[in-house]
């Protein structure tokens, strides 16, 4: 017994195992660099899910790097922490990366997130084995669409063609590959047609280059997600805006630009990218190392093209290479009908054979009659039983052909009853085409602001009540016909919204796409979207039905006309402002300059967008601005300003402050560098030193001449005395010359005291300009040459040493002045401060300015009064009035903290 329980415990532990391993579910982590709703992300998850949809344990993980709308270093940063986050205990099984940003990704942070995880990559652009040298477990898809097949296509479809043109963005790194691939194949091609490229372009400037294209021209779409302004355009938005306008045929590298507006081409599909990137993993899940699975780099590209483009374009599908798929080919009329006309020709066959069987049958029981009544009329006499057994035998045929008929009429009872349940059958499945339709414009009708159903037979346009309420109308308050909606829209978008219609009801469209204004009620008016597409179509007749939604645009209007609106007054104030600026992009070439910059350079625009920084700088080339000044601006963005010697168009140099700054614009950094003619200010610069040295020098020739003329006989008389003394003994003389001696002694100290004040007054140093202003009038006024008056204002608060020095001499200097040229009796001097200026008025009677003392260069002159005063952010005027012959206005701006 106790063995029984033993082998029943260990069989369910088995049993609980078994089930254990089997709920156990793989694990695969498919890791995007691109978002969700992009075409060609989603037809990859449409291939990856192919693959893994019919086999059951397997667990899909999806992830986004979204890195055509994000690229900054801040997102990927959050990301990186997010992965942390996430994924550090998933134990993936495998790891499917789509495109080159995700692989990058996964192999920079294989060791910290998925270590020992093998990687199946696909849509690898420029792939080349060093990108995986030295790792394990990594194999996939590359990615090389070929644009050299489809363009030798498009010469051969087209052999009048004069210019091919290419529409690439230049900004993407796929476009950037395409673009160097064509032209490095094109002189190959031995071909007179010339490739232009429509690159760096705004979304405008590209459709107004795109509508003036002739029949001469086709146009072939690489990618142009991001236009010069840095919008982000998807891929369906491009080419239905380009099959918009564009007057001619328009080829593709990619499928999933097919039946959007394209004819088509070698046509890389998203879908078979992702089937073979899952086939791949599948084998590893299975068991096979990834490193034993060969790179696939074939079988992802296909001729494909689609039936609506070839016919607007007259090409005959005949001239297609006979692997070409064709998409939106109508049916032939045995295509139609081909269930019917098999069963009616079965019918006819039938009938035809059953009349044939019967009429044989007749025809030889009448010959057999014919030999009877021949044999009869022979032997009538003798063979008379022989005769009542032939009219019993011709009895029983005759029933015999009634019943044949009878079976006959059966079968054709029995075909016409067939003939009716296959119509019920129809008429059923009409019903549920029906109840169908009546779902798919309720969604419509959720999903959007609103469906509606416009009857091209009868001019009925219907409108769910949806769009009324969003129009402010009641349903009794509206006419369901087009000629009502028509009136709603508004005057100037009318005759756009007609002419698109009807190009779509005659078929020179492939979709119905509208934008346009319409009223409310109450007035207002909205921008709306509208879209349509066809819902019945009648042989002969072309579209009978159209169905569509409304979408409420106005915010997103709104919001675009606010950013141009921006962009508008950005660019008139980098145009207007007075301060030469030009912008670089990171190798220092010139791609923009405003009007300042070109008057100061003397260049046209068009010469100097083809000079680089350092063409124009005497001191530095381009490659000396790139290794220290861009570096540093790189490492720490800030603002660097350097002093330099620039050149103008003329090849005459000038001295200039460079500033040079980072920006960023779309995703991409460039250098604003403010260019500075700085001639006057160094002008100006010298002016000041050379008056300062020169008011030094003449200050230095007033001392010494002081000390000459004063100190220089006291000394003199003072050695003289003292030289006496030796030659004398009489007292009274000694008495006499010691007498002389100290008042010589004491009149020298007072003559050097004098000097210095006239120097540096002690009264400056101690009490401020004030005090030492009234010592120096108080002195003036003491020996009545001239009368002077000060008032002062706000003066209660010292101001700092350098102002108080500086006024100091300039008013000195200016007392001077009226003292030797003026012959003023009167002069007079007012201080007023206040929070933020110093405003100093000097005036006296005399004779006024003459012409001589302001180029004056002996003392400071005023010329030297004015450069002294600039050295303080100072400022002087002068000029006279009634009463005074000369007035100076002294204004200082004082520094607040």
Known sequence: ??????????????????????????????????????????????????????????????????????????????????HKTKYHDIPFDVIIAVDNNALSFLLEHRDEFYQNIPIVFCGINEFSDTIIEGMHGITGVTEEPDFKATIELILKLHPKLKELVIINDNRTFTAKIIARHIREFWPFLQTKVS???????????????????????????????????????????????????????????????????????????????????????????????ADSIPIARKGYNHLKFDYNQLTRFDINPDNLPSESIIINQPPNLWQLYKVWVILMVFFILLTVGMIY????????????????????????????????????????????????????DQHRN???????????????????????????????????????????????????????????????????????????????????????????????????????????????????????????????????????????????????????????RWRALYDQVQESFVICDMKGHIIDSNPAALETLGYEPHQVHQLALGDIDTLHDNDQLMSTYFKQLVADKVSINYETRLTNSKEISFPAEVSLNLIEFANER??????????????????????????????????????????????????????????????????????????????AMTTIREISNNLSPQTLTDYGLVSALNAFIQRLNAINVIRAIMKVEGMEKRLPNQIEVSLYRVITELINNT??????????????????????????????????????????????????????DGSVTFHSDDHWAFIAKIAILLKTN
Not at 55 to 63: A, K, Q, S
Not at 429 to 449: C, E, F, P, Y
Not at 538 to 561: C, F, L, P, W, Y
Request: one cysteine or more; aromatic letters at 8%; glycine letters at 6%.
């Open 670 to 747: 460039f250098i604003l560098a403010a260019l500075r003619d700085i001639s006057k200010r160094q002008e100006v610069e010298r002016q000041v030193l050379n008056a300062v040295i020169k008011t030094e020098e003449k200050e230095r020739s007033r001392f010494a001449k002081d000390l000459h003329d004063s100190i220089g006989p006291l000394l003199s008389s003072l050695k003289l005395y003292l030289s006496t003394l030796e030659k004398t003994d009489n007292e009274e003389r000694l008495q006499k010359i010691f007498i002389l001696s100290e008042e010589a002694i004491r009149e």
């Open 819 to 872: 003292l030797k040229h003026s012959g003023a009796s009167e002069l007079y001097i007012q201080l007023v401060k206040t929070e933020e200026r110093l405003v100093v008025q000097y005036k006296d009677n005399g004779c006024g300015i003459q012409e001589e003392h302001f180029k004056e260069q002996g003392g400071m002159g005023l010329v030297n009064i004015a450069n002294r005063l600039k050295s303080i």
């Open 195 to 289: 490739p232009r490229f429509l690159s760096e372009l705004s979304h405008s400037e590209l459709i107004d280059h795109i509508s003036q294209l002739n029949d001469t021209s086709v146009v072939l779409l690489t990618v142009f997600s991001v236009d010069r302004n840095g919008r982000y355009i998807s891929y369906h938005e491009n080419i239905e805006m380009i099959d918009e306008v564009t007057p001619v045929p328009v080829y593709g590298g990619w499928e999933f630009y097919l039946n959007k507006g394209i004819v088509g081409g070698v046509l890389t599909s998203g879908f078979e990218q992702g089937k073979l990137a899952a086939g791949m993993a599948w084998q590893i899940i299975q068991g096979q190392s």
């Open 357 to 408: 069987l019967n009429e044989q049958r007749n025809r030889i029981k009448a010959m057999r009659l014919i030999a009877m009544n021949k044999d009869l009329d022979q032997r009538v006499e003798d063979k008379t039983r022989a005769l009542q057994q032939a009219n019993e035998s011709l009895f029983t045929q005759k029933e015999r052909i009634e019943h044949q008929k009878r079976e006959l």
């Open 414 to 568: 029995n075909l016409m009853a067939l003939v009716q349940e296959r119509t019920s059958e129809l008429e059923a499945a009409n019903k549920k085409l029906k109840a169908g339709r009546q779902r798919l414009l309720m969604m419509l009708d959720v999903s959007s602001d609103g469906v509606w159903e416009y009857n091209v037979k009868t001019g009925s346009f219907k409108v769910s009540s949806r769009t009324w309420e969003k129009l402010g109308y009641l349903t009794h308050e509206v006419e369901e016909n087009i000629r009502f909606m028509l009136q709603l829209i508004h005057p100037d978008d009318r005759e756009m919204v007609k002419k698109k219609l009807i190009s779509y009801i005659k078929g020179k469209q492939l979709t119905y796409k509208n934008e346009f204004r319409i009223q409310r009620k109450d007035g207002q008016w909205l921008w709306v979207l509208s879209r349509g597409k066809l819902l019945e179509w009648q042989a002969n007749k072309g579209i009978a039905m159209i169905v569509g939604t409304h979408m409420d645009i106005t915010e997103r209007k709104k919001s675009e006309e606010r950013l141009r609106a921006g962009e508008r």
């Open 1 to 82: 017994m106790d063995q029984l329980k033993k082998y029943v415990l260990t069989g369910i532990l088995i049993l609980v195992s078994i089930s254990t391993l089997l709920a156990e579910r793989t694990k695969v982590l498919i890791f995007h660099s691109y978002h969700e709703g992009l075409s060609w992300t989603d037809n990859v998850n449409k291939g990856i899910r192919s693959v893994f949809d019919d086999r059951g344990n397997i667990e899909l993980h999806f992830e986004y790097l979204d890195s055509k709308r994000n690229t900054d270093s801040l997102y990927l940063r959050k990301l990186y922490d997010l």
